[in-house]
């Protein structure tokens, strides 16, 4: 079920006219109940997996909250990451890594005589898993205590809302919200109904839309003009923008009118001058949730070890023997030999070297997240360079910028194209299904051949997929200074009007074909 789709539409209308007229342990019950359906019309198998992790989790929360033995309560977390990311591995990389390692073998002449499972991925395992994980990780750091009532903790990681894709909300955010007395909010109901509004204009409009130009981009890059690569990539950047950011939207409006508070997950991330801010504004639940549980454990700005190099060699080694592409394995080398160099200068040196090396295999283990493929491990990698060379160079560029005395305005214009320019370079990756459709994209476009309107195809659609990002583009822009969301509460009016602008636009330009969001893959 996905909620572009007229069966949510029904369960959704069902769900809050019983939600409403229930109170207490009842009300939580239904939200449980109405969750497991909900996932369990992807595929009722997997109810089982949501469910063994829950029960495993929840009791190995109450054995560390109990436990006053430190190796005991080690050993527990232990079990814990140890069943999450088994599922994880299993379910997602088993079939990844298992042909990784045959096409390795196969380079040394030998050929692999197994055949590998075929492993249908769990819609939303990514998520929940992710979820489950900082709880356990909280409870043994006694950062939280724990949730000893079953139902509240089974609820809150199946939560029907954010259960397949985000946002990832924690348990110390989420848990006390259970306790709240939850009555219906007329001011609630509004805010809500405006994010679910402009969250299924994100989807249905701007990302469905764009993505039958992305699609044909991707097909066969080789047949087509470098214009309409470029302009494919671009859209691609929408499209994902739009789907993931709309979906996000969807979940945080239904819980807000629910009664709970989710954070934000997107805040106009093609507006940030630097890398870093890039990704405190993109997927901004598992940005956080990798610095706090994954790049501050490995050292941080601390520095790091030799696991920390170990991790980014292994990382590299097979994409790099894959690309045929040899200005990508030149940067790959390059970035490796560079920051090792680096960190051989000294001590202070060599801390922020062992900095560097985290910030990489944090991204290299975000991009793997994302997908079972080498392509998603290069974005990262991709993204993991920007970052370290921003922090190499920028004060460098700033400096520079300053003496050329560009005012404030034009500095900021120069950074955020900047910024934009490679994350769509990073995207390419992120949307090609490997490295050889990836390169004939990059290819094209370097090679402006038939750079002109003229060669471009389907026109209408293009110039049509244009005027809905600009529609978008206008509306993030305007917001930062009418702040739509209290508009909304303060003038009837205007809550009216833009309603149903919205849906006309939705209505108008809509494409109604209940398409699967992007992230329900990772």
Not at 207 to 227: C, E, G, Q, T, W
Not at 347 to 357: I, R
Not at 364 to 392: C, D, E, K, M, T
Request: glycine letters at 8%; aromatic letters at 20%; charged letters at 15%.
């Amino acid at each position: 079920m996905v909620f572009n789709s007229l069966e949510f539409l029904a369960f959704i209308f069902v769900f809050f006219i019983l939600y409403f007229n229930m109170k207490g342990k009842a009300r939580l019950w239904l939200c449980l109940i109405a969750s497991y359906f909900f996932y369990g019309m992807w595929d009722w198998r997997f109810l089982g997996l949501i469910g063994i992790s829950t029960v495993i989790d929840y009791q190995l929360g109450l054995a560390l909250e109990n436990e006053e033995n430190q190796k005991k309560r080690t050993n527990y977390l232990i079990i814990s990451m140890i069943m999450n990311l088994g599922f994880l591995a299993f379910f997602k990389y088993f079939n990844f890594f298992a042909d990784s390692f045959a096409v390795m073998v196969e380079g040394l002449g030998m050929t692999p005589s197994w055949n590998t499972l075929n492993i249908i991925l769990p819609v939303g395992i990514s998520f929940y898993t992710f979820q489950s994980m900082s709880y356990s990780i909280d409870v043994y750091k006694r950062n939280i205590p724990v949730e000893k009532d079953f139902i509240k903790f089974a609820t809150f990681i199946a939560f029907f809302p954010q259960l397949v894709a985000g946002p990832i909300v924690r348990a110390s955010e989420f848990l006390p919200q259970f306790d709240r007395e939850i009555k219906w909010n007329w001011e609630r109901f509004i805010s809500g109904s405006g994010q679910i509004l402009w969250g299924f204009f994100k989807k249905v409009a701007v990302a469905d839309s764009l993505a039958l130009v992305v699609d044909n981009a991707f097909f066969d890059p080789m047949v087509h003009s470098s214009m309409q690569l470029a302009i494919g990539v671009v859209f691609y950047s929408f499209q994902i923008y739009c789907d993931f950011s709309g979906y996000s939207d969807i979940a945080i409006g239904l819980a807000r009118i629910m009664g709970f508070d989710f954070p934000d997950n997107f805040r106009t991330p093609y507006f940030s001058k630097n890398f870093s801010e890039f990704w405190t504004r993109w997927h901004i639940t598992l940005s956080s949730w990798l610095r706090d549980y994954l790049y501050i454990s490995m050292g941080g700005n601390r520095g790091g070890g030799f696991g920390s190099i170990s991790i980014i060699l292994v990382f590299m080694a097979i994409p790099i023997a894959l690309t045929r592409n040899i200005w990508v394995i030149a940067a790959c080398v390059a970035l490796i030999v560079g920051t090792w160099l680096y960190m051989k200068q000294g001590n202070t040196e060599s801390k922020t070297g062992f900095n560097y090396m985290n910030l990489m295999n944090t991204m290299l283990l975000g991009g793997l997240w994302h997908g079972a493929s080498w392509v998603f491990v290069f974005w990262g990698f991709l993204h993991g360079s920007y970052l370290v060379v921003q922090r190499l160079i920028g004060p460098y560029f700033g400096a520079l910028m300053r003496f050329l005395r560009f005012p404030k305005f034009l500095q900021d214009g120069v950074n955020i194209a900047i910024v934009y320019f490679f994350t769509c370079l990073a995207w390419i990756y992120f949307r090609a299904p490997d490295f050889q459709i990836a390169n004939e994209v990059v290819t094209g476009i370097a090679s402006l051949e038939n750079f002109n309107w003229a060669n471009v195809t389907n026109k209408f659609g293009i110039a049509s997929g244009f005027m809905l990002i600009g529609m978008l583009l206008f509306v993030e822009i305007t917001d930062f200074k009418f702040k739509y969301a209290g508009l909304l509460q303060r003038s009837p009016a205007f809550r009216v009007v833009s309603f149903a602008t919205i849906l006309w636009i939705i209505a108008f330009f809509g494409t109604f074909g209940a398409n699967a969001f992007i992230y329900f893959q990772f």
